[in-house]
C-alpha cells in the first residue's frame, strides 16, 4: 500500500478498510483527508471509509464489494452478520444475476435500524448455527444464503449459486432441504420444491444451470448432466448434457470453459479447436446430434428449447422411440 500511514496498513490489513477517525488519530484533518483522496492516494469506499487507491484500482465489482461490507461492519454501531446476495460473494459463488450496488444484512436484535444509501437491511433473526466467517465478516451459513436468494432473486439465480454450492461441497441436498423447510414461511420461497428438484452437485457453470432450468421452463425431460460417453469401455468425453433415449447431447458454449481448459502456451482458439474435435469424435463415435447453445441462445428461451425439442424428436424417430415417452 504505497503511501498510506504505517498505522492506517495495519487497520486495513485487519479491517479491509480504515475510517475517518483513524485517519484523524494518524494525524490527518478534513483538509489532508480532501487531499489525499484528490491525488488519488486513497480512494473512498463508503462515506467516512477509505483504502488505499492502489488497492482499489487493483479490485473488480465482487472485491468492492466486500470492501463496502467491511466498511459497513466497522461502522456497525451493533452486531450484525451479512446475507443474501453479501454472504453469497463471501462464499465465494458466482455473481450472475446479482445486484453488487447494495451491502445486504441483518441485524442481531431484528431491527431495521436506520436508513443508509448502499446498504438494504434485512429484519430477521439470524441463529447462530446459520452463520459463517469469511475474512472476518459474520454471514449466513450457505444452504440459507441460497434460500435468501430464492426469496428476493427468484429461481434461476437461486438455482445457480445452489448448484456450485453443492458441485464444490459447500453444501449438501440435506441441509439444503432443511434451510427450505426453515424458510418455509418467508414471502417467495414458494418456489423452493422447485428449486430444490434442479439443483444438482454435477452441474458445474452458471451457463449449465441456466440451461437447467430453460429445460424445465419449456417442459424438456430427460437430460444428463456430465454424461460420460464411452465407446467399447474407452472414454471417449464427457459432454454437458445428454439425453441417451434421444442420442442427443447439448453442450453450453461460455467464456469460462475456454479460460479453464487452457493448457500451457494455449489461446483461447486453441480449446475452441480442442473442443471442437471432442465434439466431432462423439458424433462420429455414437451418431449423436450436438446442439450447443451460447449466452445469447439462453436470452431468448423460447426459440433455443424449440431447436433443442426438434432435435430431441429427430433423434427419438431415427432410434423408433415412440414420440410422447418423453420430452
Sequence with gaps: MPGLHP???LITLDHGVFLRRDAVAAGYDDNGIARELRSGRWQ???HGAYVAGSVWDATDDRERHVLAACAVRRAARTRVAFSHTTSV???GAPDWGLDLDEVHLAREDARSGRAEAGVRRHRVVVE???LAVTRGLPHTAPARAVLEMLSTAGVEVALCIADDFLHRKVVTPD???AAAQVARHWPGTLAAPVLLSLADPRVETVGESRTT????CNGIRGAVPQYEVREDGRLLGRVDFAFPDAGVFVEFDG???YTTLLQPGEMAADVIRREKRRQERIAAATGWECIRITWADLADPTATAARIRAALERGRLRRGVRLGSAS
Design 7 to 9: 498505522a492506517l496498513q
Design 128 to 130: 447462530e448455527g446459520e
Design 213 to 216: 432450468y430453460l429445460f424445465h
Design 175 to 177: 441441509e439444503l432441504t
Design 255 to 257: 467464456q469460462v470453459k
Design 44 to 46: 473512498r469506499v463508503r
Design 89 to 91: 460473494v463471501l462464499h
